[in-house]
């Protein structure tokens, strides 16, 4: 026993310290990336100044400023000053000032965009879950119907299409062919105060971004994976056994079946929420949607790498963190797999 | 050299026999060799589909203009035929890049295990958690000047390759224990030789439907950065008329729903036909294995 609970504990510390190097590593590998962009802020910044009209800048007086932008922004210094400057701040959570909207912070920009991501991603996530799932069980149990296949030549057909291309032919039939939802944007009133209007207009512009983000992923993997699982588990010894028994189908739908691919899925589920800060970059971008793939998108192209490195660093820490929370978890889920 | 034409062999075969038995693999193969003619007769292009206002603008489809002409004076029928051509010539080069990388890496990994196997699983899961889209945005603004359609598909392939290499290991790993490994391994076989003669022939199947994914993957990834802006816009690929038609067309407000729907149609025909092509190999390899 004693024994036993020493393996556990190796094989937690071991995952812990892989899950923080491999965010670290992470960190350090998209910050050189990050940090070879040739869209430099501070030299925009001057430009901008320089270049309006009218403008008379002392050119000694333009090299200082120029210094001291790079000094503010902590751009300048050796690279590997700047690196360990940047890796103390991505410690305490603290991104340094965002480049295009100086002096506030990075992480306060993102973090005031993440409601709106968190919750498009959550919903529909949860949505693509639950539906996919269940119709996939009910697709494998009664395989012979005509619904059952006409439901899989749909989802054989909508599950290799990505979700932006989703989005623009749901703009085309919903938003330009019959007009019925807006084009775009997160709400169309100026907010007064938080009341039932206001949510439900949020709701209503974000019903299309969450259809293209659910269709391709309910009818498609969800569906898929669980309808081959459910034809999988009713040919087992134990599924069959159940029929001779003569228990009732819905019994063997709810305890037998539902039980055994609830497993994977599961797995499949935690992978997916730990992708949600990550946001759907392109869907958000079509759709005019105020996420946090629009703030990544808008800070590749102004220079802002603080911004930019923060939405990242939320994104990695999602993913990272629903892997290893997976990787404790399981063998508390399913008996049969042990810490190694 | 053999051995290689010795697999190219089992792979034509493999191809040759689904088609006749399995339905969604000759569908999807029908469509592949549709798109592969439409690309092949962009060599035969009369216009130049990389220039402008060579054609007469916003004429809805008609027999002249098969899939009519675009706001920028261009046939769509004919910048269609190059647009499959590069965007498949991107993914090409994905598919044969990222999905050898993950052979390679996977059959290391699984077979040697230990050290080198943390070490590359390490590895792996870093660029796992790294946000594959804005790492090529990032990447392509960079690189902005340099972009060929070659090497966009390079490119593409930093992101695409962990997948393949984890699943390859994975195979190895189970394939690993089994008594003809050990047979072979105890009647002094290489390694290469139990790589490519004892474990080739089951990973094979796994491999094409790798192949055939991060085929879709790519085509999808190059769409998503062209409609951002960020691929080779004076170019023709399949993402890049996307973005001419919604950001300099305005083909939806200006009702040239042609415009539009071409790429986007042949977009979704391409994901499906592949898809069923890579279904069809999955079917397969499953009877295999069992």
New interface residues.
């Given amino acids: 026993m004693i024994r036993g609970s020493k393996q556990v504990l190796k094989y937690i510390a071991e995952r812990t310290i892989?899950y923080v190097?491999?965010?670290f590593?992470?960190v350090t590998?998209?910050y050189l990336?990050?940090k070879?962009?040739?869209?430099d802020a501070v030299e925009n910044i001057l430009f901008g100044m320089i270049s309006s009209v009218g403008a008379v800048y002392d050119p000694e007086s333009v090299i200082l400023l120029r210094k001291n932008l790079y000094e503010i922004f902590g751009i300048g210094g050796s690279p590997i000053e700047s690196y360990l400057i940047f890796i103390r701040r991505v410690f305490t959570f603290d991104f340094g000032p965002s480049t295009i909207a100086y002096p506030t912070p990075a992480s306060e920009i993102v973090f005031k965009r993440l409601p709106w991501t968190v919750g498009l991603l959550l919903a529909s996530t949860l949505i693509t879950w639950t539906t996919g799932n269940l119709l996939g069980v009910i697709a494998g149990y009664f395989r012979d119907r005509k619904f059952a296949r006409v439901l899989e030549g749909i989802a054989?057909?909508l599950?290799?299409?990505?979700y932006?291309?989703m989005a623009?032919?749901l703009?085309?039939l919903f938003a330009?062919l019959l007009r019925i939802f807006p084009l775009g944007g997160g709400l169309s009133i100026i907010p007064e105060k938080f009341d039932l209007q206001l949510v439900l207009n949020i709701i209503w512009h974000s019903l299309l971004p969450a259809a293209s983000l659910i269709l391709p992923g309910a009818l498609g993997w969800s569906f898929l994976s669980s309808r081959t699982l459910t034809m999988q588990t009713l040919t087992e010894d134990y599924t069959r056994y159940a029929e001779v028994r003569g228990l009732p189908g819905s019994h063997i739908l709810r305890r037998y079946v539902l039980r055994n691919i609830l497993l994977p899925q599961t797995t499949v589920l935690a992978l997916s929420l730990g992708g949600i800060f990550?946001g759907a970059?392109?869907t958000e971008?079509?759709f005019a949607y105020p996420g946090v793939g629009s703030i990544?998108?808008r800070a590749?192209?102004s220079g802002d790498i603080y911004t930019?490195m923060a939405?990242?660093f939320l994104?990695?820490i999602g993913?990272?963190t629903g892997?290893y929370l997976l990787d404790l978890l399981y063998p508390l889920i399913d008996p049969r797999v042990r810490y190694r | 050299m053999a051995i290689a034409a010795r697999f190219m062999g089992k792979i034509v075969s493999l191809f040759v026999m689904l088609y006749r038995r399995n339905l969604?693999f000759r569908l999807g193969f029908t469509i592949i060799l549709i798109l592969l003619t439409l690309g092949f007769l962009s060599f035969f292009s009369p216009t130049n589909t990389r220039t402008w206002y060579v054609a007469p603008r916003d004429r809805p489809p008609s027999l002249e203009y098969p899939f009519g002409t675009s706001s920028m004076g261009r046939d769509l029928f004919w910048e269609l035929c190059a647009s499959i051509r590069n965007s498949l010539t991107i993914a090409f080069v994905t598919a044969m890049i990222a999905s050898h990388i993950g052979l390679f890496l996977g059959f290391i990994a699984g077979i040697r295990g230990g050290i080198i196997d943390r070490v590359l699983m390490?590895l792996t899961?870093?660029f796992?958690?790294?946000?594959g889209?804005?790492?090529l945005?990032?990447?392509t603004?960079?690189l902005k000047r340099y972009l060929t359609i070659p090497f966009l598909g390079m490119l593409i392939s930093i992101v695409s390759w962990p997948w393949p290499s984890r699943q390859v290991r994975s195979m190895v790993l189970s394939l690993r224990e089994r008594t003809f490994i050990h047979t072979a391994r105890l009647s002094g076989m290489s390694t290469s030789k139990v790589i490519l003669q004892e474990l080739m022939p089951y990973v094979l199947g796994w491999h094409l439907v790798n192949f055939t994914n991060t085929i879709?993957f790519s085509i999808?990834t190059e769409?998503?950065l062209a409609?951002?802006g960020l691929s080779i816009l004076d170019d023709n690929t399949l993402g890049v008329m996307?973005y001419w038609a919604?950001n300099w067309g305005y083909a939806?407000f200006r009702g040239i729903?042609w415009w539009?729907?071409t790429p986007?149609v042949t977009?979704?025909l391409t994901?499906?036909s592949?898809?069923?092509v890579s279904?069809g190999i999955n079917e397969y390899v499953h009877r295999l294995v069992r």
């Fill in positions: 892989v190097a491999t965010i590593s992470g590998l998209t990336i990050v070879a962009m040739p869209v054989i057909t599950y290799p299409i990505p932006y291309i623009l032919i703009i085309f330009y990550g970059l392109l971008i079509i990544a998108y590749i192209f930019l939405v990242l994104s990695m993913v990272a892997t | 969604k390490f899961d870093t796992i958690i790294i946000p889209l804005p790492l945005m990032v990447v603004t960079v879709l999808g769409s998503g409609i951002l996307i919604l939806l729903w539009l729907a986007v977009l979704v994901f499906v592949f898809y069923l279904m």
